[in-house]
């Protein structure tokens, strides 16, 4: 009778912590599994939930869960047509956007980072973000940057009509 009872017991414990761990596992795979899919690149439900984070953290306007879709999406095709261009911005460029990108807080790129992984954001949300404007900007500014060359004597009219 004792062996049953322990049989029973070990039973009951090995279901009872089935019912605990699955819930987790499920979680997690839920977490990091597709959420989109943009041409072959993905964005995973962990990266929406980063990002929205993040939007909130500078209080950017909207909601955040949206334009944290919006804005995946529209990094993912970027950088769609950055690579086709040849465009990646290096670990060196990627850090003085950083660091650019946290001064505007009055801060260094590290006690941004500290800052932003206190309310739970990871570091590399912030640097994707960052990299992804980077590889964009680069490639607007070859793309139409000649075309937008302004002359002086372009300037010189345009501030004599404003004032007269």
Do not use: H
């Not at 964005?43 to 949206?66: K, S």
Request: charged fraction near 20%.
């Amino acid at each position: 009778m004792t062996r049953n009872r322990l049989t029973a017991f070990l039973i009951q414990m090995f279901c009872a912590a089935a019912l605990i761990v699955t819930p987790l596992v499920t979680s997690a795979q839920s977490l990091f599994s597709t959420a989109i899919t943009v041409n072959d690149t993905i964005i995973t439900n962990y990266e929406l939930d980063q990002r929205a984070r993040f939007l909130t953290l500078l209080r950017a306007p909207g909601d955040p869960a949206i334009e944290a879709r919006k804005g995946l999406i529209d990094d993912r095709l970027r950088l769609s047509a950055t690579r086709a261009a040849g465009i990646t911005p290096t670990p060196e460029e990627v850090q003085v956007g950083m660091e650019e990108f946290a001064a505007r807080a009055n801060l260094t790129a590290e006690q941004f980072v500290q800052a932003i992984e206190q309310a739970g954001v990871a570091r590399e949300t912030f640097r994707d973000f960052v990299a992804a404007g980077l590889a964009w900007r680069t490639y607007v500014q070859g793309r139409f940057g000649p075309r937008a060359q302004v002359t002086e004597a372009e300037v010189d009219r345009t501030l004599a009509q404003s004032a007269t």
